[in-house]
């Protein structure tokens, strides 16, 4: 996965378990697309406590997803829910049976994981 998306997706998960000024700073990197250094000038630190920062959140909202798992759990779903989505459209132009034995196959298995 791309590394900004995978973090965006760790920060929606996880983010709220950082400090705010934490996520003030990771917030202003990831998603503000702000530098090193104008993030550093705004909170009246160095560069390298910016860099140090965003490298011990980034580890933080990664050790959460090693314990908790929600991202992946999230992604795979989607990817169900997206196949669902294309079983749906092949049984309005088949009706046949079989496809609709699959959705519940594959709905069956994200209850079960729920």
Do not use: P, W
Not at 39 to 47: D, N, P, Q
Not at 61 to 87: D, M, N, P, Q
């Amino acid at each position: 996965m791309e590394q900004k998306l995978e973090q965006a997706y760790l920060y929606d998960f996880y983010g709220e378990l950082l400090k705010d000024r934490q996520r003030k700073i990771y917030e202003d990197f990831v998603f503000n697309d702000l530098s090193l250094g104008e993030i550093a000038e705004e909170e009246g630190i160095s560069r390298q406590g910016v860099h140090d920062m965003i490298r011990r959140c980034t580890k933080a909202l990664e050790g959460y997803e090693e314990r908790l798992h929600l991202v992946e759990k999230f992604l795979r779903t989607k990817e169900r829910v997206a196949e669902i989505h294309s079983l749906t459209r092949a049984f309005r132009d088949s009706h046949d049976e079989a496809v609709l034995d699959l959705i519940e196959q594959i709905s069956n298995a994200i209850l079960e994981e729920a």
